[in-house]
């Protein structure tokens, strides 16, 4: 017996090593191949509310009404009305140039006139008073014409240095605050560069440019919620006023049209040119629709509808959508669980097949 039970110890231990290979690999087989938790997939109750679609752009306000005002020469500056920030009414002088050459050169002018003047007056009474067309020959008749030519000469020389001196006054045809002023002082020689901006603070805009592939689905009189950056806690509530008709090239290369809204009434000049903001076009907006989260719909329009313990896809129509959120017109009902994210329910599919998925 002694003998017996030593041989069988000696057979263990020579197998040692083989057994505790087996039970390694049982271990490990356990562990690879033992059930898994399903994991909580995340879900969310269809529910009624209101949506609304809109499409989102930054912009900057602006005058509608605004001029830049230059001279049409050179010439030394002698009377500054207005600086910049200060409020003008229409037709207010702005700048007057030094008109001591202007004026001369005027009364040079008008001087030619009363001598061609006398000399009109003498040929016409040598000729009886005739005009051209009742000359007794051709010599007088084109005395006649040289005669009224000399004297429709010296007419327009006097008028074109009377345009000439009144352009040396510079004056703001509309009302408004100046914008710009590139001198704020006398004395100095400006040129036809030298530029003075008025603007309306009464009629201003907000501008936003718009990408061409959701230029469709605007139209003038659809409403704008926007929030300036110098306000950000106040919605200012808008209408389009204007589409452009031709596009632009955009900083980043894309096509976009400019689309306009006229801001409210400027009280105590609180809106003012360049601020910029958000604004959000409303292009479509329905109460009381069928919603769910946007990440619960796949790329073909399927979502997962959650019944007892299983997830079955089921294809969807859908109308407007929000950033967040999208209409469902058909393939649900109030109150149906669906998968926030599909893909969770795809892997958990293949992770555990036999705990979920009819489709």
């Known amino acids: 017996m002694p003998n017996e039970k030593h041989g069988k110890f000696n057979i263990f231990k020579k197998h040692k090593k083989i057994y505790f290979t087996i039970f390694v690999l049982l271990i490990i087989l356990v562990i690879i191949f033992r059930p898994t938790q399903s994991k909580q997939i995340e879900v969310q109750k269809v529910k009624k ?32 009305g207005a600086k910049k920030g200060d409020y003008v009414k229409e037709y207010q002088t702005i700048a007057v140039l030094d008109q001591r050459t202007l004026q001369k050169n ?41 005669n009224q030519y000399d004297l429709e000469k010296t007419i327009l020389s006097v008028e074109l240095q009377q345009l000439t001196k009144e352009n040396s006054i510079l004056t703001s045809p509309i009302a408004g605050i100046v914008t710009k002023a590139d001198i704020s002082t006398t004395g100095m020689n400006i040129s036809a560069l030298t530029t003075f901006t008025i603007a309306d603070p009464n009629n201003l805009i907000f501008k936003i440019d718009v990408d061409e592939a959701d230029i469709r689905k605007i139209h003038i009189g659809k409403k704008i919620a926007l929030i300036l950056d110098s306000y950000p806690d106040e919605t200012v509530s808008l209408q389009i006023t204007t589409i452009d008709f031709s596009s632009h090239t955009s900083s980043s290369g894309g096509n976009v049209y400019t689309v306009e809204a006229m801001m409210p009434e400027n009280i ?33 329009d399927n979502i997962y509808v959650k019944k007892a313990d299983t997830y079955i896809r089921t294809k969807i129509k859908t109308g407007i959508k929000s950033d967040t959120e999208i209409e469902v017109t058909s393939g649900l009902k109030e109150g149906n669980e669906v998968a926030l994210q599909p893909d969770e329910v795809i892997t958990l599919l293949k992770n555990n097949k036999k705990n979920f998925f009819f489709f």
């Open 49 to 80: 509310g209101e949506i609304t679609e809109s499409i989102s752009a930054s912009g900057t306000i602006t005058s509608q009404t605004s001029v830049d005002l230059n001279f049409l020469t050179s010439g030394k500056l002698v009377y500054l």
């Open 106 to 146: 005027l009364e040079t002018a008008l001087r030619d006139y009363s001598l061609q003047r006398n000399t009109f007056d003498n040929t016409q009474n040598d000729n009886a008073n005739r005009t051209p067309n009742q000359a007794l020959n051709d010599a007088m008749k084109r005395i006649l014409q040289d």
């Open 268 to 300: 105590d000049t609180k809106y003012r040119i360049g601020m910029t903001g958000d604004a959000d076009i409303i292009v479509d907006q329905k109460k009381d629709a069928l919603i769910i989260s946007i990440a619960s719909v796949d790329d073909s």
